[in-house]
């Protein structure tokens, strides 16, 4: 079998990474992570890659005059190692229609949000201060607009009364990191189809819910 050769795009810590990475070590899983590579030369995410034996680069894009220039840069790296696919996973620079253009069905993003709610920044504490039960996380492939473009796989958590942003934020990526590699799986192993600004093909069950609140939890009286 054939792996798809994917590069993981960080700008940070790199969880989602590492969560990818340790998926792919499983020689039957559909994709290969031949790079992992970054647009900040420090960012910790390169030093844990590394560590888990997969090779690493950094293209700084503050050395660059604009964004094509950067872009560039990026593609003759992706060039370089015959990356097939790429992974956004916490990276923080914004691409070019043209750019996305060349990687159109061939690049993912996670978001911490049911997306198309809260698209941007501070998506925790948007949905804390807006009273929301649920929230969630999104794996989508990439469009020319931020936080858009159809969506290959979510994860709903409940959002507790005494959340705060980082616990909501920890019970969100938790799931992350159950649904990157799972669609990373998906299509790479081309059991979903782009339809559209939907993505058909993949199991689900039409009776799994999630209600808050659950009243099957030990309720209390508020008095
Ligand atoms: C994640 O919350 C992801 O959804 C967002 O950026 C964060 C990256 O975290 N795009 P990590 O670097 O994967 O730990």
């Not at 989602?16 to 992570?33: G, V």
């Not at 950094?58 to 604009?66: Q, R, T």
């Not at 990157?180 to 799994?208: C, E, H, K, T």
Request: aromatic residues 6%; charged residues 20%; proline residues 6%.
């Amino acid at each position: 079998m054939s792996r798809l050769r994917t590069a993981i795009l960080i700008s940070g810590r790199g969880s989602n990474m590492d969560a990818l990475i340790a998926a792919a070590k499983d020689r039957n899983f559909p994709a290969d992570i031949a790079l992992v590579l970054s647009n900040r030369p420090d960012a910790p995410g390169l030093a844990k890659a590394k560590a888990a034996g997969v090779a690493t680069a950094a293209v700084d894009h503050k050395i660059y005059a604009g964004r094509e220039e950067f872009e560039r840069s990026l593609q003759l790296v992706l060039e370089t190692y015959r990356i097939e696919f790429i992974c956004l996973a916490g990276f923080m620079r914004m691409f070019t229609p043209g750019f996305v253009g060349l990687w159109r069905g061939r690049m993912l993003n996670i978001h911490p949000a049911l997306l198309p709610s809260y698209r941007g920044l501070d998506t925790h504490q948007r949905a804390l201060a807006d009273g929301v039960k649920i929230h969630g996380a999104t794996v989508h492939f990439v469009a020319p607009e931020m936080d858009e473009g159809p969506i290959v796989a979510q994860a709903a958590v409940p959002v507790l009364d005494d959340d705060t942003p980082q616990t909501l934020a920890a019970r969100v990526l938790a799931q992350e990191h159950v649904i990157y590699p799972m669609a990373l799986q998906l299509v790479a192993s081309d059991a979903v189809r782009i339809d559209g600004n939907r993505v058909l093909g993949a199991p689900a069950s039409d009776d799994a819910t999630l209600v808050v609140p659950d009243l099957t939890a030990a309720p209390r009286r508020i008095a």
